[in-house]
């Protein structure tokens, strides 16, 4: 069993930058992929970044390629999500995830953050 606590969303201008945090419960989280995925009012939970357990594979949404970076330190079971260069539509409640395989489906996961709202002004 995996609990997942997310923190560090907030209100940001068009440009600017936020670093989310991902805190894990349990002594496996090292064993973990994790993943971050976001909600957009109306509109289905979509991928937005992975990371493997050891943390030496990431993937990205092609739609934060370049602009958000991934990255994990399993001596503080925490999982970050650097976001730079922030646009409105990357305004959206984000979670973290975590699984055993980690993938690019919500539906590959098995435990759930309860989310953390971000929103970009322009």
């Known amino acids: 069993q995996v609990q997942l606590v997310e923190s560090g969303g907030g209100l940001v201008q068009a440009g600017g930058s936020l670093r989310l945090s991902c805190a894990a419960s349990?002594?496996?989280?090292?064993?973990?992929?994790m993943g971050w995925f976001r909600q957009a009012p109306g509109k289905e939970r979509e991928f937005v970044a992975a990371?493997?357990?050891?943390?030496?594979?990431?993937y990205y949404a092609d739609s934060v390629k370049g602009r958000f970076t991934i990255s994990r330190d399993n001596a503080k079971n925490t999982v970050y999500l650097q976001m730079n260069s922030q646009k409105p539509e990357d305004t959206a409640v984000y979670y973290c995830a975590a699984d055993k395989g980690g993938g690019k489906s919500p539906a590959e996961y098995d435990y759930w953050g309860q989310g953390t709202q971000v929103t970009v002004s322009s």
């Open positions: 349990g002594r496996t989280f090292s064993s973990y992929a």
């Open positions: 990371i493997s357990w050891s943390g030496g594979s990431t």
